[in-house]
């Protein structure tokens, strides 16, 4: 089946499903977006607005006024199993240790909020800023044409500072070891490498 949005396909009609916040753990169903007429004509009023912002460039909706997954289409409506329509954020940290490539250390973790650099800035070598790295449409099993998985991936470099051999299940990766990383990974690896002017 053709997927992309580019491409007209008068008779598709896929079934729309909204997993029932209920079904969701405590702590998630607080944040879904329950699919009312009310609530969807209020999200969608919200859609439009959020269109017209920097935080939704790229987004595109449907004649009815939903967001399209930019993967294009994935046979069913509705935001599925996400909790929200639209892109639902994951959001990672990569923490680095050392100010060369031969002493840099590598873990990464969910993100904590704090100032904000832009990953198109360098970070002087004084810094310790966080830096936004990207912001990636990831294709996952539980996307629908209205809901798809997005990560934010930030970085923190703590430079020369003592840190923990390991905390509580996590370890620390010299940047030249064997860790298996993907392709998309590594290069997101060399994009903070250079964001914070380790060579």
């Not at 100032?115 to 990636?136: C, F, G, K, M, N």
């Not at 905390?167 to 994009?191: C, E, F, Q, R």
Request: net charge positive; aromatic share 10%.
């Amino acid at each position: 089946m053709e997927r992309s949005w580019q491409v007209l396909l008068p008779r598709y009609s896929p079934p729309f499903y909204c997993r029932p916040a209920e079904e969701f753990p405590t702590d998630t169903a607080k944040h879904v977006e329950v699919a009312t007429e009310q609530n969807v004509t209020e999200l969608r009023r919200l859609w439009r607005s959020r269109q017209a912002m920097d935080s939704g460039k790229g987004w595109m909706l449907s004649a009815a006024g939903y967001p399209l997954n930019p993967h294009g289409r994935r046979g069913i409506a509705g935001r599925g199993c996400h909790p929200r329509f639209g892109a639902n954020k994951r959001c990672y940290y990569i923490i680095l240790t050392g100010t060369t490539r031969a002493e840099c250390k590598v873990f990464s973790m969910r993100r904590l909020d704090s100032s904000i650099i832009d990953s198109s800035e360098t970070v002087p070598a004084t810094d310790t800023s966080p830096a936004h790295i990207a912001r990636l449409a990831i294709e996952h099993d539980i996307d629908t044409d209205h809901a798809w998985t997005e990560h934010d991936l930030w970085a923190i470099s703590l430079r020369n500072r003592k840190v923990l051999q390991s905390a509580i299940g996590y370890s620390w990766y010299s940047i030249g070891s064997a860790m298996s990383l993907s392709k998309v990974h590594t290069d997101l690896l060399n994009k903070t490498l250079r964001v914070y002017g380790i060579e």
